[in-house]
DNA sequence: GTCGCATTGACATGATAATGTCAATATAGT
DNA sequence: ACTATATTGACATTATCATGTCAATGCGAC
């Protein structure tokens, strides 16, 4: 017989799988809403943050990588960053086709402002929890995302 | 001057966000490869749990209010289900146009199906994590769900 | 009853994301 | 150098999701 039951780890695993996804879309739309005055969105603003996170500036293909996003829909959003002047294409000297891209002035400016609306926000949705159970969801989460990335990995 | 400053907490809780999006993208393609083979798909999968655990049969709206999801989408869905066979609709006596979704046979099967190939691959990825810390992290989770239902339903 | 209002399903439209293919380029091995 | 392989950007196609509108329906106030 194939093993159906479920450990207690597994058990509070399965629980915890649903409201991640729904915290996961909560957090979108209102990271929509609050960066939309800025022309961001949640999707844009995730970007500008990788290569503002970047020790060096890189091409399409990485950013896509470090975020584990798939590489077309980068590419569109990085295009579409390029055409608002968020974003500025280097010419790269290792690979002639593969630009590096840098934040403009004008997108530096939009992330930092993005950063500076997050912030109380997120004082406020964290106020009152406490910092050790905070950071124990957080190793939890970083936990699973490695655990199935490597299985990614595995399993192609 | 603006409150540009983060608590302890809101820097914990920002760290936390990025791994919950690329958690939540993880599990849905893990959902989608696991079921697959059952002809569903992680949102159809999650809609089927949804009418699995309702104690009486729900109208498409009521299922997609009790999902967070939007109307339409699970409008679709259900349609698809309907298509495949994996839920039949009832009529409801109490409301000519919103007929009531329940399993159909192959529906429950398929549902049963895909808890049981859940099992091994939830008890798989916990194994070795805390069930305390599990349990701290769905709290979190929910915590932080509820206070941004909250905000949705004050700020529209 | 009937009037106003909210909810619902259907539909249209557009936005966003995923998948596959292609040629150009880069890289490693020989 | 030459070849095989991998990576990249561009493009086309499809799937998924979001948003707005509409008529039909249900519900409560009166």
Same mark, same amino acid.
């Given at each position: 017989m194939a093993m159906t039951k479920r450990t207690r780890a597994g058990e509070a695993f399965t629980r915890l799988?649903?409201? %991640? +996804?729904?915290? *996961? @879309?909560?957090? =979108?739309t209102a990271g929509d809403r609050?960066?939309? /005055?800025?022309g961001l969105t949640s999707a844009r603003w995730q970007i500008l943050g990788v290569i503002a996170a970047a020790d060096y500036p890189q091409p399409v293909a990485w950013l896509a990588r470090s975020l584990g996003?798939?590489? $077309?829909?980068?590419?569109? %959003?990085?295009?579409?960053?390029?055409?608002?002047? =968020?974003?500025?294409?280097? *010419?790269? /000297?290792?690979?002639?086709?593969? /630009?590096?891209?840098?934040?403009s002035d004008k @997108?530096?400016? &939009? +992330?930092?402002? &993005?950063?500076?609306? $997050?912030? /109380?926000?997120?004082n406020d949705l964290a106020d009152g929890l406490l910092l050790k159970d905070l950071e124990t969801a957080h190793r939890i989460v970083i936990a699973l995302r490695q655990r199935l990335e490597d299985t990614d990995r595995t399993a192609g």
């Amino acid at each position: 017989m194939a093993m159906t039951k479920r450990t207690r780890a597994g058990e509070a695993f399965t629980r915890l799988v649903l409201d %991640i +996804f729904r915290l *996961s @879309g909560l957090l =979108l739309t209102a990271g929509d809403r609050l960066v939309g /005055p800025l022309g961001l969105t949640s999707a844009r603003w995730q970007i500008l943050g990788v290569i503002a996170a970047a020790d060096y500036p890189q091409p399409v293909a990485w950013l896509a990588r470090s975020l584990g996003a798939n590489r $077309q829909n980068v590419q569109r %959003i990085v295009n579409d960053l390029h055409a608002a002047g =968020l974003v500025a294409l280097e *010419s790269n /000297p290792n690979h002639r086709r593969a /630009p590096l891209v840098v934040l403009s002035d004008k @997108g530096r400016q &939009a +992330f930092n402002e &993005a950063m500076r609306l $997050q912030a /109380p926000w997120a004082n406020d949705l964290a106020d009152g929890l406490l910092l050790k159970d905070l950071e124990t969801a957080h190793r939890i989460v970083i936990a699973l995302r490695q655990r199935l990335e490597d299985t990614d990995r595995t399993a192609g």
